[in-house]
């Protein structure tokens, strides 16, 4: 409902509502890059933290323990209005002069000291002329700030990655990720665009971190010994996975490796289908290499930030089997360079509560490598056994379950019989575990016959894959039939590995909630989504719930509704404020098909690749920050389970008003309201505390069964005589939302309102 129901003479509004709904508008504080990205265990160093709206920013939090952060000093360049402001206060004070001593009496310098403009806005105006004159910059007001924030870091600090965010008096940022390493630390040291700065000299091993500019090339020069196994990995989109305006949206990093001569005897951009490129080299005899990295088409900007870990250093590029079954212990073949063991024997457990990728770091004798996924599930596997390049050779088995393969060779197609009756699946995971294969699947009745045939098939759950080379079949069956995959290009090798599932549907869902940073002021709710990716048909309500939280924490409206993708929920949180951050965390659960299914909810943030492209990208943290003083207790509570609104009449929203509130100047609308559904004028009930809210939906726009939440603002006016001129004057007191409140769309006139379980 739009305020505008309500007029009044004049009106003095007093805003009560969460520090989220204060900081609206893009006031929020938001961070673009952090740099360096990371840091080595034991050290302190000061990185830069770029952004918007972080100029009062008190403190920095960074997840996982053993980090202290404390804020040095802001800054932000000169911008044009500035600069043309204190030019013309130089002009204006040399003009004036100039009319007492005479013309050309008065040096520009003179003017300037006397017009009070220091030496280092003198110094601030030089750099914004610089800035102005590059052809090349690509100016973007949301990092145009700076934060200058030291981080100590303990000797014990876990490995890995973390996630960076700024703490505001009354808000907190978007998150980063923020790296912590085990090996020494540099950072480059322009110019070093034609050759290497000197004093860059890199100790292998060593991680290097850079910015790249417009048209930069970046060099560092190194001395390697012959027969080491030289290794360069670069982080630059796994520091910023997605840039909202550029093409393409991230920082695509090129590296190039130099001998003494000149010569060029490495390169990459990428590692398979991974996007930041990792380079190997095996070096031929002593001397001095130059490592060199660039953006792909020349471009640059402050975010354009890398770290590139380079020396003897393990590196795992892939590993067989890419899963295993709960609880059944299972050898993992890895490939990879100088890695300190060339299997693990594991026994995999569900991550966070559900089947799925395990993002797991290789540990062995106090030696890490990278950040590897492993899928785990319940099903029961098999591995592919050769020769099956035929179909008269096909390996015999039976579903459902799962098959762990190679396409070893060019050309190579295996396949698989088995005996079914009913809707069947077949899908592989392999891109999404970054093996090379690019997956095309058939399946053929026992004529050879095609019956349903895959290439590509995206899955939003893995939304910075750019090529969704995974296949996927859904069809019925009756009797035998051969399920084959192979590569679409024709390409194999030993690297080319594939988990293929056969097996009848199974309904099931993902869940990601976002924003993965959220502001809420002390004894409110703040408004959140819950995201549900469904699989296999599954269309049933999610429930959802908080796990072990904290006191005060709630959830209002905490459901996904049956068939839809997304929900408005609330989010309540407790009375008080706290100095961090609560690090939260929430699952669904629904019973299909006699199975009860629990799920985790993983944060996640909305990101936009290339101006246009939406992205649901998963974080490590749910971080909450409880912030300002309570409003005291809301001025209503809704009594009902939900509402139901009959299509051709008017639900009722009922409420029970607070003691000592008025409900005549109790004011109702809806945050984001669903299409078609409006509110109408407030009606008390008798002389009782309660008040009804009519809620009322357009036939046209809403049909029965349609379902979701509804999120109350509420606000109270009251009036009074101004002492000043007499006038009756409304103020009008926001108090902000209330808990999320479920509703559905029924057919028929009237209906009876949701009662609570008891």
């Known amino acids: 409902m739009s305020p505008s129901r309500w007029s009044w003479p004049c009106a003095v509004v007093v805003l009560l509502a969460a520090a989220s709904e204060l900081f609206a508008q893009g006031r929020l504080p938001h961070i673009g890059y952090v740099f360096p990205g990371g840091g080595e265990r034991g050290k302190t160093i000061d990185v830069i933290v770029g952004g918007e709206n972080i100029k009062e920013v008190t403190d920095a939090y960074i997840s996982g323990g053993g980090i202290k952060t404390r804020i040095v000093k802001w800054y932000r360049p000169m911008t044009q209005g500035e600069y043309v402001g204190l030019s013309m206060k130089i002009q204006n004070t040399l003009e004036e002069l100039e009319k007492v001593r005479g013309k050309g009496k008065v040096t520009w310098e003179e003017a300037r000291k006397v017009a009070g403009v220091t030496d280092e806005q003198l110094k601030e105006m030089e750099i914004y002329r610089k800035r102005e004159a590059d052809p090349k910059r690509q100016p973007n007001p949301q990092i145009a700030e700076e934060l200058t924030v030291q981080i100590e870091i303990a000797q014990d600090a876990k490995l890995g990655d973390r996630e960076l965010r700024l703490i505001h008096p009354n808000a907190m940022s978007n998150p980063l990720y923020f790296y912590v390493g085990q090996y020494p630390e540099t950072r480059e040291q322009e110019p070093n665009d034609v050759t290497p700065d000197q004093s860059a000299h890199v100790q292998l091993p060593m991680v290097i971190n850079g910015q790249i500019m417009p048209g930069d090339v970046d060099r560092f020069w190194f001395e390697a010994k012959k027969g080491t196994k030289l290794v360069a990995a670069c982080a630059a989109r796994g520091l910023i996975p997605y840039l909202a305006d550029a093409v393409p949206g991230w920082f695509q990093a090129v590296l190039h490796l130099y001998d003494d001569q000149g010569n060029e005897v490495a390169f990459a951009d990428s590692l398979g289908f991974l996007h930041d490129p990792v380079l190997y080299y095996e070096v031929p005899k002593d001397g001095v290499y130059t490592i060199e990295i660039h953006d792909s088409i020349y471009r640059g900007r402050e975010d354009f930030v890398y770290r590139i870990s380079i020396g003897e250093i393990p590196y795992v590029t892939g590993l067989f089997p890419l899963g295993g079954r709960a609880g059944q212990p299972v050898t993992v073949e890895l490939k990879g360079w100088n890695l300190p063991v060339k299997t693990l024997n594991l026994e995999p457990s569900f991550y966070r509560g559900g089947a799925g990728i395990r993002p797991d770091i290789l540990e062995q004798n106090n030696i890490f490598c990278n950040r590897v996924g492993f899928i785990v599930d319940t099903l029961r596997e098999e591995f592919e056994t050769e020769p099956n390049d035929t179909p008269d050779k096909a ?41 090379p294969l690019d997956s095309v699947v058939r399946l053929t009745d026992e004529n050879g016959k095609v019956v349903a045939y895959d290439d590509d098939y995206e899955d939003r759950a893995w939304p910075l894959i750019t090529h969704h080379a995974d296949s996927r079949l859904l069809t019925t069956t009756k009797g035998a039939h051969y399920v084959s995959i192979g590569d679409a290009q024709g390409r194999g090798g030993p690297d080319y590995a594939y988990r293929l599932y056969i097996r009848p549907p199974r309904p099931d869902f993902d869940l990601r909630v976002t924003p993965s940073s959220v502001t809420a002021r002390a004894g ?235």
Not at 403 to 432: C, H, M, Q, T, W
Not at 682 to 688: I, K, Y
């Open 524 to 758: 409110t709710c703040v408004p959140i989504t819950v995201h549900a990716l469904r699989k296999d048909g599954f269309n049933d309500d999610i429930a959802l719930e908080l796990v072990n939280p904290p006191p005060g924490f709630s959830l209002g409206g905490a459901w996904v509704p049956g068939g839809q993708e997304k929900v408005r929920l609330t989010l309540s949180v407790p009375p008080e404020p706290a100095k961090e951050p609560f690090l939260l965390q929430m699952h669904g659960y629904a019973t299909v098909q006699g199975r009860r299914l629990l799920r985790p909810a993983f944060p996640a943030d909305e990101m936009t690749q290339a101006f246009i492209l939406q992205h649901i990208v998963p974080t490590k943290d749910w971080a909450v920050f409880v912030t300002g003083s309570a409003p005291g207790k809301p001025p209503c509570t809704f009594v009902d389970a939900g509402v139901r609104i009959p299509v051709d009449g008017v639900g009722q929203a009922r409420f029970m008003v607070a003691d000592g509130i008025d409900s005549n100047n109790l004011r109702f609308e809806l945050s984001e309201p669903p299409k078609g559904i409006t509110l109408d004028t407030p009606q008390p009930v008798g002389l009782t505390r309660g008040l009804i809210v009519p809620v009322k939906c357009d036939p046209d726009k809403v049909k029965p069964g349609a379902k979701g939440n509804l999120l109350f603002v509420v606000s109270q006016e009251t009036s009074y005589v101004s002492r000043e001129d007499k006038k009756l004057m409304t103020a009008r007191s926001v108090y902000g939302l209330l808990p999320a409140v479920p509703y559905e769309v029924v057919a028929g006139k009237k209906t009876r309102p949701m009662a609570k379980e008891r």
């Open 395 to 435: 390996q015999e088995v039976s579903v459902p379950l799962v098959i762990n393969g190679r396409i070893d060779k060019p050309g190579d197609i295996d396949y698989f019989k088995f005996s079914g009756l009913g809707s069947i699946v077949a899908e592989v995971y392999a891109r999404r575990m970054y093996s």
